[in-house]
């Protein structure tokens, strides 16, 4: 099941051993930033915008660390149960907006995610501005790659149904396809949920394995490097936005001599790809439309 | 035959003896993982500032002999992921065998398992929180915990008559927090009566509604926990509210800056601080250092950079004694620091945290400089 | 959850509490407000959600800290001469992330992409540029005193905020309700492609939005700049979620409606502060917005319907 080249405790050359501790926190970002760029993924292929993807990574994290520490439980039920939270509140934000334009879903997930910064902040069950450290590290690199393609294949197959189909119709015309008979604001509740459940994994996921979780990294910049990730990847494939992540994960890392140029670059680099790419970096469909 | 075992023994022997030799010559790699880039940069470049100034005056002699250390600092642009990400560099590509920082307290709760999990040793210059040395036996600090220097400050204040306080922190920076709370338990157990407690953003520009409420119950004196801007805003905005000298403001460690005094001018004169360092201190290595940082980054030294200062000089005396550029021996090594540099004597306790606490003094704001408070 | 001590005292409170807390909600208000008008003024009118539009407030502060600190002038000139400047970088800006995707037509979210990875580039090489301390105008550019009537305090800064707030107010909505300029705009704003076939020129329009809407950010910047005496590269930024806000809860593109939203917030905050709890005041902001999202999302004071999906 997992990968060997990804096990840390087989016998690997010792200089490989040290390039996979060296980047082993890089390599499972990957994998949690490939996922949350599915979690964006889904929303924007309905033709909706959510900026409160951080806020329902931050909901999983703070769940899930919480069922850990306190009531104790295994991963393996932590883990799938982290996407509760998230997906309450999604419904609570996306029942009153997504009746209106894209433009106010997306204010609205930017208030969320303020509003939680503010709870986590203030509650003492979350730890406050110190947060909560000591958090075990029960997410293995395996898992978070299995999360990722499973979420993957789940997509992919999502996207080549009937399903899909009205997915793409919705984002090219919504007026147009709820005339043909789409249910629209269901599909757009839909992808809602299923967005938040994939940003609730993938903040337990996280959360488990960086062995702290603070309240200052669910905001607003969050949101909006998990906005990058899709839209550089493209929203064609399900496989174009992780593709993105990838790029956008890796970049500070090497970009790193640069220091304090290295922000200027990573917007600079969004810039571009978005005004000469306008439909991602892997811009192809998944199938072709008669036009 | 013959010749390819010749060459092979060529082989394993060239590099064998070169490295021998280059042992001897090769700068000893010392990593640092620092705020460099982002709105809370000014700390990170603060502390490298102190960093190079110190090891510059390193390099000069050299440690072990003569080797030179290579100080590589990386940027964690205050985010968690970046941090991890630089130290498992810095530990596994680099191969450092000790790290300085990082810049918040939160960063160490990140990264400070990892690198104690390696067995680096790792010295905060700037994590005043509490817990931070619990990470782990390679996690040290030199910064002095705020529940050394505040009791040291309430005490100045009570002697001025102060009898009630206020308390405002800023409720999202874990180093504020744990600030208030300190400030708060040393409020109780030196008998001062806490009147409000309020709370604010770091990044709030507007306190007025929390003044005017604490402007009506006449405390004797407010005691703020917040890095230096807000703590500027605050006292500004308390003058405009009619906040005069009968209030006492007393800072935390972040109203240790000489950015307090340019950010707020005479908003901040009569603003009392306990200090693990200050820049007039009379001392002669003071001096040196005031003298060559000016010279060289052309501003005042802060209290960050003179942490880090000291912190680059306790950590190549520690390579010096430990004989070895060894993680291990160097950590044994720090615990045995006793040492005297520009925030004075330094000792680590067992549990790796500044020993000494007789450096503290108390600062007052006059026209925009701390002068020692008579 | 709240404080400890917030409780007990709200007995204690004397009428001169409420009447300054008042004074105080008012002027943070105005601030919010200020810094919002423009927001709504470019999202009404190009329907583009700019993220840049935090960073002409900084442009401006920033080269009011220029104009005063090294050429010695006085704020009288240095607010007017900042504000167009920072008009003018909101049309370079402008003009090299949108007309592109304007003339293609893009989809709303490309543009709002390409003014996050603008934004972000801008922030970052305003800070390596200008490093990221915190900054202040030269003392005595105004009098820090505040003026005491009747035990109210109030400082000229503040006054000045009210006055300015007040009048481009009035000035805008002058030129968007009284003038053939305006009537061209607002046809821009309800349909685009019309006012294209009807003879407007939509590119130029676009660049006098922009001009505009950099003019009201830069003047908010160099006079909140000034009051709260801190400038520095991130400091619009901090103000772009209360400025959704606003523009959200008074209707968007609707002037009237962010003036009435924002000095409403800014209330708010100061008497949630004040009465309840200082923790609590963050959240103020986005429970309005919830609020109002869920029970009258054309903005508390929109009539027309809702741009629906």
Same mark, same amino acid.
């Given at each position: ?291 | ?83 991890? $990400? ?166 935390? $460690? ?121 | ?86 008009? @003018? ?30 934004? /972000? ?61 305006? @009537? ?23 660049? @006098?939005?922009?001009? @505009? ?49 924002? /000095? ?24 309005? /917005? ?20």
């Amino acid at each position: 099941m997992m990968p060997a080249w990804l096990a840390s405790d087989w016998t690997i050359p010792a200089g490989l051993d040290d390039f996979l501790w060296t980047y082993g926190h890089l390599i499972n970002s990957l994998g949690i930033n490939g996922l949350l760029a599915l979690s964006m993924y889904v929303v924007l292929a309905v033709g909706q915008l959510s900026l409160g993807q951080a806020a329902f990574m931050g909901l999983g994290a703070y769940s899930s660390v919480l069922m850990t520490l306190t009531l104790k439980l295994p991963f393996y039920v932590v883990l799938p149960a982290s996407c509760l939270v998230p997906v309450l509140f999604a419904l609570a934000v996306g029942v009153p907006t997504l009746r209106l334009s894209g433009v106010y879903l997306a204010i609205a997930t930017i208030g969320l995610g303020e509003v939680l910064r503010a709870l986590y902040l203030n509650v003492d069950v979350f730890g406050g501005a110190l947060g909560i450290n000591g958090i075990p590290e029960r997410a293995q690199t395996w898992m978070i790659f299995g999360m990722l393609i499973l979420a993957l294949l789940g997509l992919w197959l999502v996207g080549r149904s009937r399903i899909g189909r009205a997915m793409e119709a919705m984002r090219e015309d919504a007026t147009a396809a709820a005339v043909m008979g789409v249910n629209v604001p269901g599909y757009q509740l839909g992808a809602l949920v299923a967005s938040a459940v994939l940003a609730g994994i993938a903040g337990c996921l996280s959360a488990h394995q960086s062995s702290f979780i603070g309240p200052n990294e669910y905001g607003f910049e969050p949101a909006v490097t998990i906005l990058s990730f899709a839209l550089l990847g493209g929203i064609g494939t399900p496989v174009a936005p992780v593709v993105g992540a990838w790029i956008l994960t890796l970049l500070p890392e090497l970009l790193r001599g640069f220091s304090d140029l290295r922000l200027v670059f990573n917007g600079l680099i969004i810039v571009v790809a978005v005004l000469f790419l306008p439909h991602g970096l892997l811009g192809w469909r998944m199938r072709r439309r008669a036009a | 035959m013959l010749r390819r075992t010749l060459l092979a023994t060529l082989l394993i022997a060239t590099p064998v003896l070169a490295q021998t030799s280059a042992v001897m010559a090769q700068p000893i790699p010392v990593g640092s993982v620092e705020i460099l880039s982002g709105p809370a940069a000014a700390y990170g470049i603060a502390i490298k500032s102190g960093m190079e100034l110190a090891l510059d005056e390193v390099n000069a002699k050299g440690v072990l002999g003569g080797r030179k250390i290579a100080l590589i600092v990386e940027d964690s642009a205050g985010q968690k992921d970046q941090g991890l $990400n630089a130290a498992r560099k810095l530990i596994g590509r680099d191969k450092v065998i000790a790290i300085i920082g990082p810049t918040l307290s939160t960063e160490m709760f990140a990264i400070g398992p990892v690198v104690n999990e390696r067995k680096i040793p790792i010295i905060g210059t700037s994590t005043t929180a509490t817990g931070v040395t619990a990470i782990g036996d390679y996690v040290f600090r030199t910064s002095l915990p705020e529940s050394d220097v505040l009791p040291v400050t309430l005490k100045a204040a009570m002697a001025r008559g102060v009898k009630t306080i206020a308390l405002m922190y800023a409720n999202d920076e874990a180093f504020a927090k744990s600030g208030f709370e300190v400030m708060k338990a040393t409020a109780d157990k030196v008998g001062l009566k806490i009147v409000a407690i309020e709370t604010f953003g770091s990044k709030d520009s507007d306190f007025s509604a929390q003044l005017t409420k604490i402007k009506a119950l006449k405390p004797d004196a407010i005691g703020l926990s917040a890095l230096v801007e807000p703590t500027a805003g605050v006292l500004l905005q308390a003058r405009q509210l009619g906040f005069g000298k009968e209030t006492q403001f007393i800072g935390g $460690n972040g109203a240790n800056s000489p950015k307090l005094g340019e950010i707020a001018g005479p908003a901040a004169d009569g603003l009392i601080v306990g200090s693990p360092w200050f820049i007039a201190k009379k001392d002669q290595v003071n001096a040196d250092f005031v003298a060559a940082f000016r010279a060289r980054f052309n501003k005042d030294p802060d209290q960050f950079a003179a942490q880090s200062y000291d912190a680059l000089k306790i950590l190549a005396a520690a390579i010096d004694r430990a004989g070895a550029a060894d993680s291990e021996k160097v950590r044994d090594a720090l615990l045995k620091t006793d040492y005297s540099g520009v925030m004075g004597a330094f000792q680590f306790t067992p549990g790796r945290d500044p020993a000494s606490t007789s450096g503290v003094v108390v600062l007052t704001m006059q026209g925009g400089k701390f002068v020692v408070l008579e | 959850m709240h404080d400890l001590r917030a409780g007990p005292y709200l007995c204690l409170v004397p009428r001169t509490m409420l009447a300054q807390q008042l004074v105080n909600g008012v002027l943070l208000g105005a601030t919010y407000a200020l810094f919002a008008l423009g927001f709504t003024l470019t999202f009404g009118v190009l329907r583009v959600v700019n993220l840049t539009y935090g960073f002409y407030f900084t442009a401006g502060a920033f080269l009011a800290l220029w104009l005063t600190r090294h050429l010695g002038a006085p704020i009288w000139v240095a607010l007017p001469v900042a504000s167009v400047g920072a008009g @003018l970088i909101a049309v370079v800006i402008d003009f090299l992330l949108l007309t592109r995707l304007r003339r293609k037509n893009a989809p709303e979210l490309a543009s709002l992409m390409v003014t996050i990875g603008g934004v /972000l580039a801008l922030y970052a090489g305003m800070t390596a540029w200008v490093g990221p301390d915190v900054q202040r105008l030269p003392p005595g550019l105004i009098s820090a005193e505040a003026y005491d009537i009747a035990g109210l305090r109030i400082t000229q800064a503040q006054i000045l905020i009210l006055v300015a707030t007040a009048v481009l107010v009035a000035a805008l909505l002058f030129l968007l309700r009284g003038t053939r300029l305006g @009537l061209a705009l607002r046809a821009m704003a309800e349909r685009p492609d019309a006012a294209g076939l009807m003879g407007i020129n939509t590119g130029r329009a676009a660049a @006098l939005v922009s001009f @505009l809407s950099g003019l009201l950010a830069g003047a908010g910047g160099v006079l909140i700049g000034l009051n709260f005496n801190a400038i520095q590269p991130f400091m619009g930024e901090s103000m772009m979620l209360r400025g959704f806000v606003v523009i959200i809860v008074g209707g968007l593109g609707d002037i009237r409606g962010a003036l009435i939203a924002g /000095l409403l917030l800014g209330v708010l905050e100061v008497l949630t502060a004040g009465y309840l709890a200082s923790s609590l005041k963050e959240a103020v902001a986005f429970m309005i /917005l919830v609020a109002v999202l869920w029970t009258r999302p054309q903005g508390l004071f929109g009539t027309s319907t809702v741009r629906r999906a």
